[in-house]
């Protein structure tokens, strides 16, 4: 079983539609979550953390629930220039350093 | 403000050949330093972590070896280039604590 599973997609909605993207962890000693955006052949960048009692930035909704190791990412109002792949990221501790697990990603593609 | 460079950003090596891509930081001190490979159209795979000046950790038996020579450098290398050595190969580093990480362009290998 992966760490970190993911819908790989491609999620293809028209501008202006709610998106949701999924995602389960298998490490219940996750320390932390993030959702990282990776466009065509560049390097994923950090989008949002994801905090236990939910977060919002703009359009973008992150919820985490520790209980059933979920975590999902609310995109609103969906622009064409949020195509990309979207990856649930969580930290892990082991022995005295951090790590990050990455999905395999989740392809959003927005037409007009 | 911290940066992170990574080159080259392309390489096309022959099989057989040496590897050696290089990472540097700069405006920080002592950061957790990272290798991370993406097959095409896979996840990120985490390949070596460094809390410290000679202080490697390997995440998978492969072909490939890490070294940290500075503080603020990180070395990704190989004596014998397979074709299964291809991929997006992305340094990345951690500011400290539970936070995510800051990941630089990457190197894009291809073995022939």
């Known amino acids: 079983r992966k760490e970190v599973e993911q819908d790989p997609g491609p999620f293809n909605v028209p501008e202006g539609a709610t998106v949701a993207f999924n995602c389960t962890y298998s490490?219940?000693?996750?320390?932390?979550f993030f959702w990282y955006r990776q466009d065509c052949r560049k390097e994923p960048k950090l989008l949002m953390s994801v905090y236990s009692s939910g977060n919002e930035d703009g359009r973008f909704t992150a919820q985490l629930n520790r209980a059933s190791q979920y975590i999902s990412l609310l995109i609103r109002d969906s622009k064409l220039s949020d195509s990309a792949t979207y990856l649930c990221?969580?930290?892990?501790?082991?022995?005295?350093?951090?790590?990050?697990?990455f999905g395999s990603g989740t392809r959003l593609l927005v037409r007009p | 403000s911290q940066t992170i460079h990574q080159w080259p950003a392309t390489l096309v090596q022959p099989v057989g050949s040496p590897l050696s891509l290089e990472c540097t930081v700069e405006g920080t001190s002592n950061p957790n330093l990272y290798w991370y490979r993406q097959a095409a159209g896979r996840g990120l795979q985490l390949l070596f972590y460094s809390v410290g000046i000679g202080q490697i950790s390997s995440e998978v038996p492969q072909n490939l070896s890490a070294s940290r020579p500075q503080d603020r450098q990180f070395i990704l290398s190989s004596k014998k280039l397979l074709l299964s050595d291809s991929g997006f190969y992305l340094c990345?580093?951690?500011?400290?604590?539970?936070?995510?990480?800051?990941f630089g362009s990457g190197t894009r290998l291809t073995v022939v």
């Open positions: 990221v969580v930290n892990v501790r082991k022995d005295s350093s951090y790590k990050l697990i």
């Open positions: 490490n219940s000693a996750s320390q932390s």
């Open positions: 990345a580093w951690r500011a400290g604590g539970n936070y995510g990480y800051t």
